[in-house]
């Protein structure tokens, strides 16, 4: 499998859809949008810059593969108010800036979680490529399966690509 150059601009194309909307749900009038629509509308007053909006844009971790996410999303996550504030009886103990502490959260579960997910998905990709490859699909042998077993063997080979991508991701 190789990765072709449509993937990145498959993500900018959702990113830059998303930026459209949530531009033009910020020109709407609030009580016409839903509670998702507000928290993402992007309103002039908070219009990013150039820079700002190529940053969300070439975000390099999502560039290759994405996901693709709003930019307020984005911005939240840059300046870590997507994170629980500290409390206020717990400041004393961290250094502060500008007034705000923010506490990153501990990934570590997290990460070996999805880590073990993507290791399972990758070896059942392993196992169910091996009964059922395109080889397979575009052999001779395959023609003399029963209807019911060409179409069981299709969804095997459909099933085999997505747990491919579901290791990836």
């Not at 996410?69 to 996550?77: A, G, H, L, Q, V």
Request: glycine share 4%.
């Amino acid at each position: 499998y190789l990765v072709h150059v449509s993937s990145p601009q498959m993500n900018l194309v959702i990113k830059l859809t998303a930026f459209c909307w949530n531009v033009h749900d910020g020109r709407m009038p609030v009580h016409t949008l839903s509670v998702f629509q507000r928290e993402r509308a992007i309103k002039s007053s908070t219009f990013p810059s150039l820079l700002e909006f190529l940053n969300y844009d070439l975000f390099f971790p999502t560039m290759f593969y994405g996901p693709g996410f709003d930019y307020s999303e984005y911005r939240r996550f840059i300046d870590l108010s997507i994170f629980d504030p500290v409390l206020p009886q717990e400041w004393d103990k961290l250094p502060q800036e500008n007034n705000t502490v923010r506490q990153v959260p501990d990934g570590t579960r997290a990460a070996l979680r999805k880590g073990a997910a993507g290791l399972l998905w990758t070896f059942l990709f392993f196992k169910l490529s091996t009964f059922c490859s395109l080889e397979l699909l575009l052999s001779e042998r395959f023609m003399e399966f029963s209807f019911l077993q060409r179409l069981l063997a299709v969804h095997l080979f459909a099933l085999t690509l997505r747990v491919n991508q579901y290791g990836v991701w």
